[in-house]
Structures are given as structure tokens and as C-alpha cells.
């Protein structure tokens, strides 16, 4: 979006105003982020939750026999965003496709990992803005599942690679909607995280 790249591009000028160096990283293995998120996370998701089944753990609905109990206990209990998660991991996980698929996606989030954990050999921090669109109105995209999917491509990669990130409100559109940049540390550096996050704090509290 025009005004996440402008408050994204704005944001950085602070940070070199405040004496930050700011470099530019190739990192072309961090375009399959989303599709490796959304090909594992899925997968884990069905998987820790395939022991909620209305009997031993989770919510228990009432049935005539134990299959009925099973579909309505997890009919019920789930929402539909948590039931279309299960459903996409169990399609990844099932006989011929887990090749295909997740066994794929787990060699991508390694090459991921090593990726990032390149960069942090050059640089302190990595920086992106948050989310590639201003936050959207409640509801609005209850019906459009791959929009909000799609929110989630710079968040993604600190998730698989499982190093620190931290989002810091950045400012807001001319409509009132809030922005934030996302500061991502190697592995056990979360300090550096709380440090410029209070920082960016100031610049943007100074700035506006």
C-alpha cells in the first residue's frame, strides 16, 4: 500500500536523522515466506489439535454414538478460520502430498533460517514495516481469508526462522488507521530489540 511504503520510507529517514545506518539486504529465499508459513503452521495447527476430540480433551458436545460425538464437539468448538487451518494441514500432511508439500516446505524454512541468520553477520537488525496494508476495519475481511493471509508476509519469516521481532506503532494514515515498522534481532538478542523499539518510540512521539 502507498501509504505503508511513504510511512516506511519516512520512518527510516528518523533512524538515520538519530544516527542509524541503514543498508539494503538481498534476501531472494524470503519471497517463499508466506507460502512455507502457510503450508506448516497449518500442518502444526491440525496436528496439536487432532487430541481435541470431545472425549479426552476440549469441549464435549452431546451425540448418539462416539462419531457424532467427535463431529460435533469439533464442529462446535472450533471457529471457522481455526476449521479451515485443520483442513489445509490435513491435506499437506495426507499420503502423497506431505512430499509435495510440507516435506518442501520444511527444506524452504531452513534455507530461510540460514537466509536471515546470513544477514545478521552484516547487519544488528533487520526492519520492514509490519503489515503491506493499514489496519483494516473489524470484519471487513471475514470473507476474504487469503487478504488476511497475505498480511502476514513480513511477519512470516521471523516466525519460521524463530528469531525475535517486535512491531512499534509508526504512525497513522490521513484517515486515522494505525501503521507500525517490525525490527527483527539474531537469536537471544531481544535487547537490542528493546532498545530500538523505546527509541523508535521517542523519534515518533518527537517527530509528530
Known amino acids: 500500500d502507498p501509504r505503508v511504503q511513504k510511512n516506511f520510507e519516512d520512518s527510516l529517514e528518523k533512524l538515520k536523522k538519530a544516527g542509524y545506518e541503514i543498508v539494503d539486504l538481498e534476501m531472494p529465499d524470503l519471497q517463499y515466506s508466506l507460502a512455507v508459513y502457510y503450508i506448516i503452521m497449518p500442518a502444526e495447527v491440525s496436528t496439536n489439535l487432532s487430541r481435541l476430540d470431545g472425549i479426552k480433551y476440549g469441549f464435549s458436545a452431546e451425540g448418539k454414538d462416539l462419531l457424532e460425538v467427535y463431529t460435533k464437539s469439533r464442529g462446535q468448538g472450533f471457529g471457522k478460520e481455526v476449521r479451515r487451518r ?74 519460521l526462522s524463530g528469531v525475535p521481532s517486535i512491531a512499534i506503532p509508526s504512525g497513522m494514515t490521513d484517515d486515522g488507521l494505525p501503521l507500525s515498522l517490525q525490527f527483527m534481532a539474531p537469536h537471544f538478542a531481544e535487547d537490542k530489540l528493546f532498545t530500538i523499539g523505546k527509541k523508535f518510540e521517542e523519534l515518533v512521539k518527537y517527530n509528530n
Open 86 to 159: 485443520i483442513l489445509l494441514g490435513t491435506f499437506v500432511l495426507s499420503h502423497g502430498y506431505a512430499d509435495a508439500y510440507y516435506n518442501r516446505a520444511v527444506l524452504f524454512r531452513n534455507k530461510i533460517t540460514s537466509e536471515i541468520n546470513k544477514a545478521f553477520e552484516t547487519v544488528d537488525l533487520i526492519v520492514t514495516p509490519t503489515t503491506p496494508t493499514p489496519a483494516f476495519k473489524l470484519g471487513e475481511k471475514m470473507n476474504d481469508p487469503v487478504a488476511m493471509y497475505l498480511c502476514d508476509i513480513f511477519s512470516a519469516p521471523a516466525n
